[in-house]
């Protein structure tokens, strides 16, 4: 027989009025099995619970509500509210009749990030839309973040913060105290010196000590939060397993990373961390995934039509964000996000033309002709930006191949004898004619 | 041991010096000019012994309260007449655009004039801070025009802290052990623009003084008392 929430998502399948939160029920177990403990978490919040008057809650939701409002009327927020009406309407389907408590955002910042404040405002960037391939991994996501929400997350983590701190601050208080009146009965200015600096040394251990556990908190509360995405995908009919591909491809974009020090930091927790953070998570995913289903990995069918349909969803807004991501300077990182969306070989034209795009700007050994390939590829394209002849042209002109720079360059003003651009492209087409 | 505990206790007190003028001679708007009052933005914090800072909507709550009367009733007793806006429910692209711009131009006043040299801009050397006529478009669409429209708009944010009982016993705990903690304080930023014309006719900075709780009615009106002091109105 079937697990009660695959079983009641596909009754939901059938009927989408049902409020899939109604089925929200996660097996503690098998989270257990996977090695995520989540016997410690809140309850989940009730419909519409709002903070207690007076609490600590009240005051913070305060706070978040002033950031809603700066978010919600920024510049970067997307001008394109269709897109964020899309992105609601996957939480609708995971959340149902509960998405107005999950109210996103969609900003405009080419990185990887969702995030939720306590009051359940959340933001999306549009580095994270072109990091999905598909609804169902943008529903882990979205999962993912309502579980931080309805399990009150950030409360606790602030709660257990400053529990942590009071017994940090004692311990600093007091040896600082002992160092002022040592230092105060020391004979000479370098004396008292050496005491204040041998015991700032002693506090910045117990500090960082006490930040190490901070974040390991807020790591266990991530592998929980990755449980909640599995099953609010689940229960919205969504395959439960896209958590494990991003956070896949999301080690593998810090590995494609041009700078060394990128490639080796992000894939751990923080620098008190021994074990590659993503790695432990997916493999909790893998292991939860297996408890649910009799140790059968769940599968998806119809992923190419999946990815198309995505695709299809974000292909409007395909080349700004490509355009914003050459801006984070890290073409490595760039290039790895658009061979991954090569895949299926749809939009090759933009696709390939941004890739030349990274290759000519990031301008290694091999880079040039390499960017010359990409841009030709594009060219192949139906889609290919009319540029692209430019930047052809741009390329011969470097390597001194006058006939093939002058050719380009002359399709470029034929195919667009309007541009901004056209009458310096024009002057210099003349002199390469000289 | 003294000498130290004195030096804590003094250290929030130390008032920020104003180089430059904060304010344009105006000649004193007539009885019954409108004064339209935005709703303060007031975060209150609580201070505890571990150094976070718990904001506490109620503390807010109970300023915003006493401070808005205590505007009103200095402002009323000279003749004007109060009329109320809330900022955060404006919704109109152009008018938000036109806070955003105030924000922006209070945090330029604030740099050129606080920021102790680093922020100052050489040729700024008379009070001249400007919105712009867009400025008019915070006036309430329904009064826009009308002979009471509102004339100036008054802006108040006020951000602070207020010790909890155990944090004032470690400062004190401290302060005999030699060690300074840093305390609690709360500050005001005040400033008043001409909707006709957009310019911006006095802007104030004051941090708090000792002894002062603006969370309750008497130390608001002594606060917004302070405050007012050079206020052109």
Do not use: C
């Not at chain 1, 002022?180 to 000479?188: D, R, V």
């Amino acid at each position: 027989m079937q697990k009660p929430a695959k079983f009641l998502s596909t009754i939901l399948a059938l009927n989408l009025s049902l409020s899939p939160i109604a089925t929200y029920a996660i097996d503690v177990n098998a989270a257990k099995i996977a090695g995520v403990d989540l016997s410690r978490e809140n309850p989940l919040r009730s419909n519409n619970q709002q903070p207690i008057a007076n609490s600590l809650e009240a005051g913070i939701w305060s706070e978040a509500s002033k950031v809603e409002l700066k978010a919600s009327t920024s510049g970067e927020r997307t001008s394109h509210r269709e897109l964020e009406t899309y992105v609601q309407s996957v939480v609708a389907r995971i959340l149902g009749a509960r998405s107005m408590e999950v109210r996103t955002y969609v900003m405009e910042r080419p990185f990887f990030n969702a995030s939720v404040a306590p009051n359940g405002y959340t933001e999306v960037w549009t580095g994270l839309l072109l990091r999905v391939q598909s609804e169902d991994e943008l529903a882990f996501v979205l999962g993912h973040e309502a579980g931080h929400y309805l399990r009150s997350h950030s409360v606790q983590t602030y709660q257990e913060y400053k529990d942590r701190q009071a017994a940090t601050l004692a311990l600093s208080l007091l040896l600082t105290v002992a160092a002022a009146s040592a230092a105060a009965n020391a004979n000479s200015i370098g004396a008292a010196n050496n005491i204040m600096n041998s015991t700032s040394t002693l506090i910045d251990i117990v500090y960082l000590g006490s930040l190490a556990s901070f974040l390991g908190y807020n790591r266990d509360k991530e592998a929980a939060a990755d449980i909640y995405g599995y099953d609010f995908a689940l229960s919205g009919g969504y395959y439960p397993r896209a958590g494990e591909n991003i956070w896949r491809r999301q080690i593998d974009e810090t590995a494609a990373s041009d700078e060394e020090r990128k490639r080796r930091s992000p894939t751990r927790i923080n620098v008190f961390g021994s074990h590659p953070l993503e790695l432990e998570r997916i493999e909790a995913l893998r292991k939860y995934d297996m408890e649910l289903n009799q140790q059968n990995q769940s599968a998806s069918s119809s992923d190419v039509q999946k990815r198309a349909d995505y695709r299809n969803r974000i292909r409007p807004y395909l080349s700004n964000w490509l355009r914003d991501d050459l801006r984070r300077r890290d073409f490595g990182q760039t290039i790895f996000v658009i061979n991954n969306l090569l895949i299926d070989k749809a939009d090759a034209g933009v696709l390939n033309f941004y890739k030349g795009e990274a290759l000519r700007l990031r301008g290694r050994e091999g880079d040039f002709a390499s960017a010359l390939g990409a841009y030709q590829e594009a060219l192949l394209a139906q889609d290919a930006p009319v540029e692209t002849n430019r930047q052809i042209g741009e390329i011969y002109r470097r390597q001194d191949k006058k006939p093939e720079a002058l050719a380009a360059y002359k399709a470029y003003v034929a195919a667009a004898p309007n541009a901004e651009d056209a009458w310096i492209i024009q002057d210099l087409i003349s002199q390469l004619e000289q | 041991m003294v000498l130290a505990f004195g030096l804590i206790a003094f250290a929030p007190t130390i008032s920020l010096a104003q180089p430059i003028p904060n304010h344009v001679a105006i000649e004193r708007p007539m009885s019954g000019t409108v004064i339209l009052a935005m709703k303060a933005d007031i975060t209150l914090s609580e201070l505890t012994a571990t150094g976070t800072a718990d904001p506490k909507l109620e503390w807010a709550e109970n300023a915003r309260r006493h401070i808005e009367q205590a505007i009103s009733a200095r402002l009323t007793a000279q003749g004007y007449v109060i009329s109320r806006a809330d900022p955060t429910t404006i919704t109109d692209d152009a008018a938000l655009q036109v806070l955003k711009l105030n924000d922006a131009v209070d945090a330029s006043i604030m740099s050129h004039a606080y920021a102790y040299g680093t922020g100052k801009l050489p040729t700024k050397t008379s009070f001249d801070w400007t919105i712009g006529e867009g400025a008019s478009l915070l006036i309430p669409a329904d009064a826009r025009g009308a002979a009471n429209a509102p004339r100036y708009a008054l802006f108040v944010k006020v951000k602070g802290s207020y010790s909890s009982g155990a944090r004032k016993l470690m400062m004190i705990g401290a302060a005999i052990g030699g060690v300074g903690i840093p305390m609690a304080s709360q500050a005001v930023e005040a400033s008043v623009v001409d909707l006709q014309t957009g310019r911006v006719i006095w802007h104030k900075f004051e941090i708090v003084g000792l002894g002062v709780d603006i969370r309750t009615e008497a130390g608001a009106k002594t606060h917004i008392e302070s405050l007012f002091k050079d206020l052109p109105l």
